[in-house]
C-alpha cells in the first residue's frame, strides 16, 4: 500500500461514516489523522478530498448517474471511492487521471471482490472517456443550482424566494470554496503589529484584516499550533463574530451577560474589551462545554469571567431582574451561515429545523430580557443567513415587548468596512460580503 492510498482508504471511510452516521467532517477528520497516522505532508490531501468530495457530492453523483447501471445495489463504499475519485480527476490538477483511478481499483480489489474492482475501473474509464454531461440539461433553474452547486433543492429555492436568484447564486458558490483562518489579537497583551512581526518569525504567513481592527488573517498555516497562541495573544474567530462585541457597545466595569457562550469566542473578546474590569457572566446548556470557556479564558490570561452550566431558558431562577447592563444572546440556529465550515450540514439539515427553532430563540429572548437594566442593550446574534431565524425572530420580539426598541446607534459603533452593510440596527452578513461566515447582529435597547 502507498501512503497516497491509505490516505484515499482513509476518506473513504470518513465519508461512509459522515453518511452513516451524520457525524460532523471536522471532528472524524482530526480522529483518522491520529488514528491512521497520517504523515502531515498528505493531511492536505485528505483534508482537500473529504471536503471536496463532500462539497459537491450532489454534482458528482448526477454526473456518475448515467455510467452506474444498478445505484441501488452499489455498496455504501464504493459510491464514495467513485465520488472521491471523480472529484480528484475534475477538480484536482495535480493528480493525473490513469493515476487516480489505478488508486481507486487497488482500494476496490482490497476492500471488495473482484466484479467491484472492474466495475469501478470501468466506470472511471468510461467517465473519463466520453466525459461528463451538461448542466444544460436540467431545464429548472433551480434545480440546475441546486445541482451545479450541491445545495438541497428546498434551500436554493427557500434562498431565492428570500434574497433573489443573483445573490442565492453567489453565496450557493462560495460555499463550495474552503473558508479562510481569522484570528483576533488579544490586544491586552501584544498590538496587532507585533503579533504580527511574531507570527511571520513562526513561519506564519499572516495579514491584517481590513474588515474588524484587532483581526487577522492567516494565508498559510494553523495558527492553532502556534506559540502566539499557547501564550494567549490569540483567539481563532471568524470576522463576522468579532463583531457582536462592537454591537455590544462595552464600556469598563460593566457586567455583562452572554447566554449561550460556549467555545467562549465572544465572551473572552467581551473580557478583553472590558480590559479586565467589570464581569462577564458566561452560561451554556453544557458541563463540557462550559469547561471550553474556562480554559480559553486561563489561556488569555483574563480573571473576568464567570462560567455556569445552565439553561439559560431557566435564567431567572438564578439572577435578579436589572442584573446585567448589557445581555448577548448568540442563540441555537441553523447554522446556515458556516456550511463551508460543515459541508455535511447542507445535506443533514430540513426546512421544518428552521421552523423550530424559531420558538427557541424567541423563548430564550423572552427569558433573558427582564434581567436587563433600563438603558440597556440587547445583541441578538446568530450565525444564520435565514430570516425566519432573523429578522422574523426580532420583529416578533419587538411587537411583543414594547419596552424594546432597535438601537439605531449601533452602526457608530461598528468597524468603518461594516457600516455600509447595515440596515437601521441590523446586520446581515453574507459570506460573499468580504468572505467571512454567514452571520446576523441586531441592536435593541430596553427603553427607560
Known amino acids: 500500500m502507498t501512503e497516497k492510498s491509505n490516505v484515499r482508504e482513509s476518506v473513504v471511510s470518513i465519508l461512509e461514516q459522515i453518511e452513516k452516521n451524520q457525524s460532523y467532517s471536522n471532528l472524524l477528520l482530526n480522529n483518522v489523522i491520529k488514528k491512521n497516522q497520517i504523515a502531515t505532508k498528505d493531511i492536505g490531501l485528505l483534508t482537500e478530498l473529504t471536503y471536496g468530495t463532500l462539497q459537491r457530492k450532489m ?83 433551480v434545480e440546475r443550482l441546486s445541482i451545479e452547486t450541491s445545495h438541497p433543492t428546498w434551500l436554493v429555492r427557500r434562498w431565492i424566494e428570500q434574497f433573489g436568484y443573483n445573490k442565492a447564486k453567489e453565496m450557493c458558490e462560495i460555499n463550495l470554496t474552503a473558508p479562510m483562518q481569522t484570528a483576533r489579537i488579544n490586544t491586552n497583551k501584544i498590538t496587532r503589529e507585533a503579533c504580527i512581526k511574531r507570527l511571520s518569525e513562526e513561519g506564519f504567513q499572516v495579514e491584517e484584516s481590513v474588515v474588524v481592527p484587532e483581526a487577522i488573517k492567516c494565508l498559510k498555516g494553523n495558527l492553532a499550533h502556534s506559540e502566539s497562541f499557547r501564550e494567549g495573544l490569540i483567539t481563532i474567530q471568524d470576522e463576522s463574530s468579532m463583531l457582536v462585541a462592537y454591537a455590544l457597545g462595552i464600556e469598563q466595569n460593566e457586567t455583562i451577560l452572554d447566554a449561550c457562550a460556549a467555545p467562549g469566542g465572544k465572551s473572552t473578546h467581551i473580557a478583553e474589551k472590558l480590559e479586565d474590569t467589570g464581569q462577564v457572566i458566561s452560561l451554556d446548556l453544557h458541563e463540557h462545554k462550559v469547561k471550553l470557556i474556562n480554559e480559553n479564558a486561563v489561556r488569555l490570561g483574563l480573571t473576568n469571567i464567570e462560567t455556569k452550566a445552565m439553561d439559560s431558558r431557566k435564567v431567572q431562577e438564578e439572577f435578579e431582574g436589572s442584573a446585567f447592563d448589557r445581555i448577548l444572546l448568540d442563540a441555537p440556529c441553523s447554522g446556515l451561515g458556516v456550511m463551508r465550515r460543515k459541508p455535511d450540514m447542507k445535506y443533514t439539515k430540513k426546512e421544518e429545523d428552521l421552523n423550530r427553532l424559531q420558538s427557541i430563540q ?52 461598528m468597524p468603518k468596512a461594516i457600516q455600509p452593510l447595515m440596515t437601521d440596527f441590523q446586520l446581515q452578513i453574507f459570506p460573499q460580503d468580504f468572505g467571512s461566515d454567514g452571520f446576523y447582529i441586531a441592536s435593541l435597547r430596553k427603553k427607560v
Request: proline content about 4%; aromatic content about 6%.
Open 59 to 141: 454534482t458528482l453523483d448526477y454526473f456518475l448517474e448515467p455510467f452506474i447501471k444498478n445505484p441501488k445495489k452499489l455498496e455504501n463504499w464504493v459510491k464514495q471511492l467513485l465520488r472521491m475519485t471523480l472529484y480528484q480527476m475534475l477538480y484536482l490538477d495535480k493528480i493525473p487521471d490513469r493515476a487516480a483511478i489505478h488508486e481507486a481499483v487497488e482500494i476496490a480489489k482490497k476492500r471488495g471482490h473482484k466484479g467491484i474492482s472492474g466495475m469501478v475501473n470501468g466506470v472511471l474509464r468510461s467517465l473519463q472517456r466520453e466525459g461528463i454531461r451538461d448542466m444544460d440539461e436540467i431545464k429548472d433553474e
Open 362 to 413: 424567541l423563548q430564550l429572548l423572552d427569558s433573558v430580557t427582564p434581567l436587563l437594566k433600563p438603558g440597556g442593550t440587547l445583541v441578538y446574534s446568530t450565525c444564520t443567513i435565514d430570516r425566519s431565524e432573523n429578522e422574523e425572530v426580532v420583529t416578533a420580539f419587538l411587537q411583543k415587548h414594547t419596552d424594546f426598541e432597535g438601537d439605531l446607534s449601533v452602526i457608530e459603533r
